[in-house]
């Protein structure tokens, strides 16, 4: 099914979708006049290329992105180096569950994709 998508702040911009495909990005007036059949879905916000983060690895496996409930003591923001290991090493599900936490946060930033060999079957789920 063919899906135009729009956002309320950039109309000049679309993307049409064919299922899971891409299909075209172009100005939402030209899609809807080409694709007089598609659904239009309508979003709050912009719409933005997507960004590539080429430390996939370094973000998802390496870092420690804390709970909200450990920001008294480990505070919002990743944490790296050794004190990342240490708590990546705490306890069996501290690495996926972090990996989670981490892609939430590349997501929030416009993230659609990340590059680097991911060895962790927790990252990999993750993302």
């Known amino acids: 099914m063919l ?25 939402y007036e030209t899609l809807a006049a080409d694709h007089p ?34 920001a008294d003591r480990l505070g919002t923001e990743p944490v790296f180096g050794e004190r990342a290991r240490a708590l990546l090493a705490a ?3 501290a690495l996926g569950a972090s990996a989670r936490r981490g892609v939430q946060r ?8 990340v590059a680097g060999e991911l060895r962790s079957r927790a990252a990999l789920d993750a993302v």
Request: aromatic fraction near 4%.
């Open 3 to 27: 899906t135009i998508h729009v956002a309320e702040a950039s109309p000049e911009t679309a993307v049409l979708a064919d299922g899971a495909q891409l299909a075209a990005v172009g100005p």
């Open 37 to 70: 059949r598609a659904r239009v879905r309508r979003w709050p916000g912009i719409l933005t290329p997507g960004l590539l983060n080429p430390y996939g690895p370094e973000l998802l496996e390496q870092a420690y992105h804390p709970d909200p409930r450990e």
């Open 91 to 93: 306890n069996a599900s």
């Open 106 to 113: 590349l997501l929030a930033h416009g993230t659609v994709a």
